[in-house]
Structures are given as structure tokens and as C-alpha cells.
């Protein structure tokens, strides 16, 4: 188990390493001269001159890579051209909102999938199971940002049920101020018993948060029917038939534990996809995190940030993959064992 | 085993995949305390046959129509419900091959515990019960701590009979369940089988291909073939005086007769 | 059955391609899945081929607008209505067949044959090729790929060439690593064994012997793949990255609609309608071909 993690840790530093020059490359990807872009359109030659010299552009590749990487571990993720405040602060700020996003669609995804996962198995090829196939179908197939608009327009603007944008009231955070304990809202402000904000900040997460769950549960769903239909021809099942345990306690009970692994390695995927799902999902709801920051920086060419973003979001996902397999291996009695 | 009313019954069973009859037994019986050997080449309808009694034929999607009977008690057409208070309580099956016998993610004290607690409800007697079992079997109770993949083929065997005896089953269906093990495990099995006939009237119906180990153990055998019985007759006197040419033939190809039939 | 003059010797059990291919076709014709969900694919492909016979107002799909017809709702003149520029969204969206889905099948078509090559390379030489070229993909596939594509669409030129291009950099290692576990397992069988023992250059026994074991995995994951890439086209669109105005870029359109969409609904519902359409064909076939050909795998989606 030692070694095991070892050798995963060393490897998901690698690609870490990796990543972090990817990113470099593609910020040099822009077209035309960066030290231009840096020094602004009217800027003379020898500004220019000044600038790369100052961005160290004059200097070899590899050592302007070194540098980068450097920078990168030091924390210097440089300057966002739009916000004029540094990368990693803008970051850091932004991120609780959208991890808070992104676990509440898992947590969802979860809650929903499993269940409607092992209904689909339990009534294989009959009507709940056609119909959970179905759903997931939809689910995996809509675009993100129209489902957004339709939830909005009819759960906001139709139904007036729940807020449009943002993510709590202005006017409560000026009365009830939210204490940073987690760095999380809804988290926060449930463990300080701050109730009146945590209504607020839970109304504005819902919607948002359906959006982005529609895709876990979907997937959730077709891997544990996938799963628990697999293990049924095992002895194992057969054994526990024999046993006179009713279908359901069969599936659920028994059949399903085999699923907990798949579904866990499932969820690093579900939540890289969704941390970036969720771009779309915060453009639609205004809803500030890292997603607004990311789309409002493209659109106006904000390298420093853009990269920024990948790094950050590809790290977590890293992270994610990482702390996934050490549970798998924690979870497995076949690997913990060893 | 002269009772009035044999423990278990089979008449006229018949069972079939759409228009393709695989079994067609029109008597077989097995009394308390006894052990029946099914043999035959595979496909000849043993395994079928053991599922058709465990009710779960029906499920694999075969058609059952004739009569079963367990203790006097019809189990052809019974409700699933009942048939599901049977399976393990009365009944339990002893699996072909032991290392997929038991969920790989569970221990198998697990398995022991949740199937107690189904059929004999909550209470602090489960786990009493479960260590009992097991050392009826000649297993440390220490065992239902692990893992399946921590135990060997013959201990998992050796579980598997412990969990029927746990339950307080009287009949169980062994289907193969020394195939996969091998020689010297195989021995303990039967000799496993063979006290638990003698010391606690434990019916085994022992499906096999292999007469070696069925003339070793069991008090009668029916041989199967295309899914009917061609001859069912106390195992000594089969071995010694095959009527059928099919029985010969089986006969035949069991190389160490007479060596390892001593178990 | 099928003695191709160039494998000599035919060592034991090479896989017979021909017979293949026509046992993949029998089995296509028996699942109505299949034939249903390719058929309405081939006949969007269709519509996207004839959109300017087909459209009642095939101007509006390119900047003509028609003012005085602003923002009428469904008609029967209008079937989807029209935008706030009076351009008839029927018949944008009929256009609209030839961005989103012409994007995808480029990029899975270029990411195909990129990741393939790179796979078959890695899995059959394996070593420190292997290693090399799989951390590679390792990297790639670090970072979810609607971002990365969204990073590199935003520094590359906009418009229609750079998200394809974008996405097609992202997409090639999920096809090199399947490629790569496929043949690395076949590379050790004792038939391609014996190719390299007679000398057969190494092209032709990756052609002939190891790409063939790829190609239903390749089949289904890519028809999945279509509708997957379809999604984060749009999604580039969506924020500006992909298609640019006056494009009837599915995408695009609901973006435009956005500020409108809880007046007027159907300027934007119905281009997302038509990309969860064509995503969920995708999806249906790829679901249909891997029960076919393919029963054991589970899906990734």
C-alpha cells in the first residue's frame, strides 16, 4: 500500500509537470508578439525591446520553460491583463464558489444515479429500465447552458420560484456577514448557524447546481446498471440466491458493492467534467466562480488568466484522480491486502 | 432411509428452454441422512436438475412443470416468496467453484451474518451461531474475519457447507463441489460430507462427473444421461455391477478407481 | 477462407478481415437501434447537404435579415419563428447541420487517425516508445477536455477552423490509448510473433494484424465520441469562442437568445433542441454498436 502510493504520487507529479508545460506552450501559441500584446498597440520598438527583456523572451526556450515552471511552484502565476490583480489571487478566490457547484451536482449525481442505476438493473429490459436508459440518454445529450436556460426561465422566470443569478443576496450578506471557515458557502454558513444565509446562498445553488448534476446522474446511472447487470451471471449472485435473499436485497446489497469502485473512479472523471460544465452553467446564473472568470477571460484574450485556469482546474483534476485510486486501494481488500 | 416420506421427492420433473426438454426425471428420491450421487458427462442435466430444486431454474429462464417435494412440501409452482424462505433455511447450495462463491469486496463472515439474520432475525445469537458452524466444518472461526481472496479453495468449500449448517439447512445441493480442488482437498470435503451425514442426518444431493469420488461417498447413485436417469442403484452395487453400457463407459474413464475411492 | 498472398504461411489463426467485415454488416441489418439511429444521422447529413433547398429563407443563414419581421412567434409562415433580426430561425437551424456536426466528424476523424497512429506505435514497440508517448497522452488527458479546448481555441484565431482544431488537439489520446491497450495485448500473441520472425516489415503487420483487433472499439467509442464533441463545439460557441456571427451555428444561436429566452423562447430552444438531438443519436449508436459488436465493454461516455 506504501509503495502503491508512492509510485502514484511520483506519476501524478509527473503529469502535474507536464501539464504545467502544456500550458506554457499554449500560451505561446498566441499569435503575434507577446511582449506587443504586453506593451500595448502604441508602444515604440524600443518599449518592446524593454518588455521582452523584462518577460526574459530574448532567452532561450528551455530557459525561459525553467523559469516558468519556477514561477508556477513559487506561486507567481503572473498578472491578469483584464483584472490587473495576480492570476492566483483572482483564482483562489473564485474557486470555493464553483467547488461548492461542482460537489453539490455530484452529491446529486450520487443520490439520484445509484438508485435509478440499480432500479434499471433489478428491471432489466422492462419499463424501468427503458425509461431510466432513456432519461440518461437526454441527460448525457443536453447542452449544458440551454438545459441552464430552461431551468431558469421556468423555475425563475415562470414559476418565480427560485432566484434567477448570483450566489446569495446582496442585501442578507450585508446583514447576516458570512464567517470563512471552509472557504465553502453553503458549508460555511451551515456549520456558524448563520441560517438566514444559508437559505440564501442554498436557493441560489440549487438550480445552478441541478443544471450541472444532470450529467453525474446520467452516467452514474448507466454505470451502475452496466455494473451490477455484469456481476449478475457470478456465482457469487447465484450463491446469495441460493441463500433466499429477495432480488432486491441481491442488487442492492450485495451486487452494488462491486459497483463502489467503478463509480468512485467514475466521480474524479465526473468531477473534472463538471468543474468545467460549469463554466457554462455560471455564464447562464452570473454566478461568480471560476467559470465567468475563465469565459470573460477568453473573450478578451487574457493569456496569464486563461492559462491560469487550465493549470489550476487541470491540478484539481489531477488531485482528484489521485485521491481516488488511494480510496480504491483503500476500499479494495484485494489491492489493501497485498 | 425407509421413511414414510422421503426428504425429498422428484416425479415426472421436466425441465425445458423453449421447445428443448433438458431434464426429464420420472422418479428420484433421497431420504434424510443420506447422500445421492447425480453423475453423468456435463449437459447431461445434474447441475439443472439441483437448480430446478432450488427454485432457481425458473429464473435462468427455463419452464419447470412435474413435482417436487421437500418435506412434504410441493415446491413446483410454489410462490417465489416461499420458495425464498426455503432456500437456505431447508436448503442450501454447496457452489462448483469456491473462489467465486463469495463477493470478492466482502468478508465472508459477512455473507454468514446478513444470511442468519434474514432467515432467523436480528440478535446477538448470529455470530454465535456463525462460530458454531464453523467449527462444525474444522475451520477457526477466525475466518469469517477474511476476505475470500485470503482463504484457499478448500476452505471457502468448507464456508460455503458452514453457511448451510449455520442456517440449519437439511439438504444441501453440492453442485461439482470438488471439481475445482484439488486431490487431497477433494478427500476432505467428502470426508467433511460424509460426518455431517453421520453425525447430524445431513442430506446431500452431490452432483458430479467424476464416479471416483461418488463411489467413495455417496450411499446411492443415479447416473444421468440426456437428462433422464438411466440407472439409480445403491453405489456399491453400480460400481461393482454396471447394468447400462453408459455407466461402464463412465466407469472407464475414471483412471484411479479403486485408489482413490477410499476417502 | 481468405489467402492473401503477402501473409506467408498464414501462421495458425490470423484474423480473416473480409468475413469480418461481413459479419459486422449481417449484424447491423438485425439491430433496429442501429439502423434507426444511422438512419437519422444520414438523413440530418442530408438536410445539412440540401439546407438551400430546403430552408424557406436559406438568405437569412448568411447576414441577410428582414427587420419588419422581428420576433414573431411559431407560425405556419415561420415554423421556429424568428430572432430579433427577423431572420427565420427554421431556417437557420437547418444550416446550422452543416457547423456543429461537420466540426465533430472532423475532429473525430483527424483525432482517429492521430491517435491511432500514435497508439499502434506505443502498444506494438512498447519500451521507453511506449512510455514516452503514453505520459504524453497522460498530460493531455490531465486536463478535462472542454477546457483544454476552450485554452486553446481562446489563443488560436477564432472562428471555425481553430475550435476544430482545438478540439482534434484534444480528443487524439482517448483513441491512442485504446489503440495502445489493444495492441500492446495483441503484440505479444504468438501469430505476430512469427510475422517479425519471417521479417515482415513492421508497417505491414501493424496493418494487417494488430490495427484489425482495434477497429470495433475504435467503431463505437468514435460514433460516441461525435455526439461528446458536438456538446463542447457548442459549448465553445457559447462563449464566443467558436463560431462567429452572423454563423447559424447551433451554439452561437442560443447564446444570442440568451438575454431573450424568457420572452422569446423559441429563438433559442430550438438549436439546443437540435444539438441534444444529434448528441443523443450519437449516443444511441454508439450504445447499439457496442451490444453488437462489442457486449463486454462498459460504457465511458
Redesign the interface.
Known sequence: MIAYTARRLGLSALVALGVVVLTFVIARLVPGDPAAGWAGPRASPEERARVREELGLDRPTHEQIIDYVGGVLRGDWGISVRTHRPVLDDLLSLLPNTLQLVLAGLLIGLLVGVPAGLLAARWHNRLPDVLVRSAAIVGASMPVFWLALLLQTFFAGQLRLLPVAGSWDADMLAQYPLAKVTGLPLVDALVTGNWPMLASVFDHLLLPALVVSAYPVAVIARLVRASVLDTLGETHIQMVRSLGFAERAVLGRFAVRLSWNPVLQLCALIFGYSLVNSFLVEAVFNYPGLGRYAANSATVLDVPAIVGVTLLVALLYIAANLIVDLVHAALDPRIRLR | MSTAEPLLAIRDLRVSFGERTQVELAELTLGAGEILGLAGESGAGKSLTGLAVLGLARRAGATVTGSIRLAGEELVGAPERRLRLLRGSTMALIPQSPAGAFNPVLPVGTTVLRALRLHRGAGATARERAESAMRRVWLDPEHLARYPHQLSGGQLQRVAIALGLALGAQLLIADEPTSALDVTVQAEICKLLAELRDKEEMSVLFVSHDLAVLAGLCDRIAVMRAGRVIEARPAGELVADPREDYTRELLAAVPRLGGATHA | MTASPDSPASPSAAPARPSAARRTLAELRRSPAIAVAAGLLLLIALVALLAPWLAPHPEHASGATDTGQALRPPSAAHWFGTDELGRDVFSRVLYGARFGPTIALVVVVVSLLVGTVVGLVAGYFGGWIDEILM??T???L???????A????????RGLVGVTIALAVTWWPWYARLVRSEAASVAGRRHIEACRALGLPHWRILLRHVLPGSVTPLLVQASTDI?GVI?VA??LS????GAQSPTPDW?LM??QS?NR??TE?WI??FP?LA??LV??L???LG?ALRDRLDPRR??R?
Not at chain 3, 238 to 241: D, E
Open positions: 505520459r504524453v497522460d498530460v493531455f490531465a486536463v478535462p477536455a472542454l477546457l483544454l476552450l485554452a486553446l481555441a481562446a489563443v488560436l484565431p455526439g456538446l457548442s459549448g457559447f462563449l464566443g469562442l451554439g442560443v447564446q440568451q429566452f424568457m423562447w433559442g430552444t439546443g444539438i441534444m448528441a443523443a450519437c449516443y444511441v450504445d462498459t460504457p461516455l
